[in-house]
């Protein structure tokens, strides 16, 4: 699965954004100019109907073929839009030059139309291959008509025989994990948990054949009504791991597109990802987990992080080309589940290792763009840019690493053919200093000028200049 030369993705959504059904309008009208910027891909939020209705975020599922086209949960848009503008909003990017990557929930669904009885055995939470109670009736969220849809599109509707799981009993009003009598987790899931196949609401249950079947018909139509180049997959850890193969190697079939695919398996032990892509046989890439919590703990860690670790244990230093690299995303941000966010001073320094090195394929979180209101958090702002910017016009040629200090690490890339220019990347978590560093000797006698001070440097006859950072802080030179 290719990816545009110095490609770089954008999650064009954060978790806080307007429930006033106008990102997808909004966002279609950027489109232009996120490409200027240098965004070649977006990742677009999950554009079908969610249990919360127009205050859902996308992940609470409820109906997949609802994009924003029927009265159900009390809203016929979406949090982002009407399917018409959805669709337009695909177009758009499309037309400016922008790949569109759409977000794939099928883990779970919520918001069912009805209950029914359901005879379950509750399991322990801590172990879920461990059953605790003997085998009960319990009334469960399960029934799933969709009455406002009327059939349309499909007329496939999911009881209890689709699932194997809930976290409910309507009845007693108990939280619990419950798996159905006769059903089983799936086997080849992450072992957290012992198994993690259960994350929550209904879970659906993907040994069985006719639920695979509708969403392999579901993909399909999907794709077509959509045209969409490729897909961001939610949860991997929690499907079983064949499923996704399958179903991607089915639509490449049908549609003759590569899809381009990046999955959420989150996880900070890199073996783990690596053993998933084996598995899969490379059929999607994965982002890169590990080095968002060495991001996260060097911007934790009061400058005592060593900087020469930054990207030890992690998927862009072990397998490049199946690395999307990231600073943070919707899961990541303040008041999430997944909360770990990156301090905002260490920000800049990430962003710099993810878009100015020549391995992996970088995504910028629409937080880091263009703010979080709600949370009183500024875009990284003009250096994240010039950054982008740098990335398209100077990160090219061979690359020289200077990881050779515990607080001040720097590399250079040399330029090619097309882009001669080349750069040199200077970085400290700690105070401030100077690093020597070679650019390439076809640049002897020139001056590297610094992107945000008023620094310059000369390159001496052998290719080599000493570059100057301040404490904290990030500076690339450029000739």
Known sequence: MSKPINGTMLQDFEWYLPADGKHWSHTANHAPVLHEMGITAVWLPPAYKGAAGLEDVGYGVYDTY????????????????????????????QDAGVQVLADIVLNHRMGADGTEWVEAREVNPENRNEVVSEPEKIETYTVFNFPGRHDKYSDFHWDASCFDGVDWDASSQKNRIFEFVGKY???????????????????????NPKVLEELYRWGEWYLETTNVDGFRLDALKHIDNQFYENWLTNLRQKSGKELFTVGEYWSGDVNIL???????????????????????????SGGEFDMRKILDGSLVQQRPMDAVTFVGNHDTQPGQALQSWIEGWFRPLAYAIILLRQDGYPCVFFGDMFGIKHDNIEPVGEKLERMLKLRQTHAYGEQHDYFDHEDIIGWTREGDED?????????????????????????????????????????????????????????????
């Open 66 to 93: 609802d994009l924003g086209e029927f009265d159900q949960k009390g809203t016929v848009p979406t949090k982002y839009g009407t399917k018409d503008e959805y669709l337009k909003a695909v177009k758009a990017f």
């Open 185 to 207: 987790w799936s086997k080849d899931v992450d072992s957290e948990f012992g198994n993690y196949d259960y994350l929550m609401g209904a879970n659906v249950d993907f040994n």
């Open 274 to 300: 690596l053993k998933y892509l084996d598995v899969v046989h490379d059929s999607l890439r994965l982002f890169d987990v590990p080095l968002h919590f060495n991001f996260y703990n060097a911007s934790n």
């Open 419 to 479: 882009h001669p220019d080349g750069l040199a990347v200077i970085l400290t978590n700690g105070e401030g200093g100077t690093k020597t560093m070679y650019v390439g000797q076809q640049h002897a006698g020139k001056t590297f000028h610094a992107s945000f001070t008023d620094r310059e440097v000369l390159i001496d006859e052998s290719g080599n200049g000493t570059f100057e950072v301040d404490g904290g802080n990030v500076e690339i030179y450029t000739p």
